[in-house]
């Protein structure tokens, strides 16, 4: 019992260490900022050789050691990809380690104690990839409740007479986070000397799950081929984005019930179980210490989840 309880207190340590170490967002390099400063206010074409040498100024793995081995890993590479959707500035390789750490003592405590450890060592290691993928929902629902005003500065921008990109570069000076860091990306293409098709298009690779800013990289992809008024276009697409995301809230307001249900549902039997540990003992030691138990715990737990992810898809509405 000690060592079960010695080992969810550690584990819990360890989510606390991670959860506070992805709230903190680290600045770009000064070095790297100086670069794109220089490189917008020269009026002289860019150099391919300088705007090569600013993209690999940045580095994808902290350790060398790792990084050789990790480079050619497709795992990696979709990891570097979800940091990055997220908007954490953390290297594969520091990911994979505090995953590690995240396991770590559940490991530990199943070499000495009891094999049952280990499928919580496992658990716990998912829990950083966990955090990614809800800091990406949140910031997701962010720029979504932020793009409808940032197309109105946008709309406003064009009809004052400014250009596309000074309408971009508008909108990153005015805007909070995230919004101005998608599109100061764009921005910086385009000063870069990238041709400015494909720097609105890039804009879909930053947010690519954000389907409202593939609604406007559209209109404005196609208003740049067939010609039309965009401040018009864009004041459409902003109200129909408004409408959308405040029958959205709608929604959720009515599935609330049924989620608040589900979550009862899934903690109430880990939390039986912890009850029983500490009431009596000896009633779990068939769960934990027989292979027919073991077999049980597994199905239990596997039914569990199942159980979530069928909820999760009922109740997940798309507009």
Known sequence: MIPLLVSIILGFLCFIFVANLYQVRLPRAPEIEKRLESIKKSNDEPNNAIISDFITMGTEFKFGFLGKYLKNFKPAEFLKDQLYYAGLDIQVDVFILISAICALPFFLIAAFTTPFCILLGILAAFIPFVIVKFLIMKRTNLFTQQFPEALDLLSGSLRAGHSLYSAFDVIVKEMPAPINQVFKNTVDEIAFGIDTKDAILS?????????????????????????????????????????????????????????????????????IAVILFFISPGYMDPLLHTTQGNIALGAAIGMVFLGIFCIIKILSIEI
């Not at 799950?209 to 559209?218: A, I, R, V």
């Not at 992809?221 to 984005?241: C, F, K, M, P």
């Open 203 to 271: 804009l879909t690779r930053v947010m690519p799950f954000s389907m409202d800013l593939k609604f406007f990289t559209t209109a404005v992809l196609l208003q740049r081929e067939v010609g039309g008024n965009l401040a018009r276009i864009l004041d459409g697409l902003s109200v129909t984005i408004r409408e959308r995301f405040k029958m959205l809230g709608q929604l959720r307001a009515q599935t609330s019930q049924s989620k608040f249900s589900g979550v009862i549902l899934t903690l109430v039997p880990p939390l």
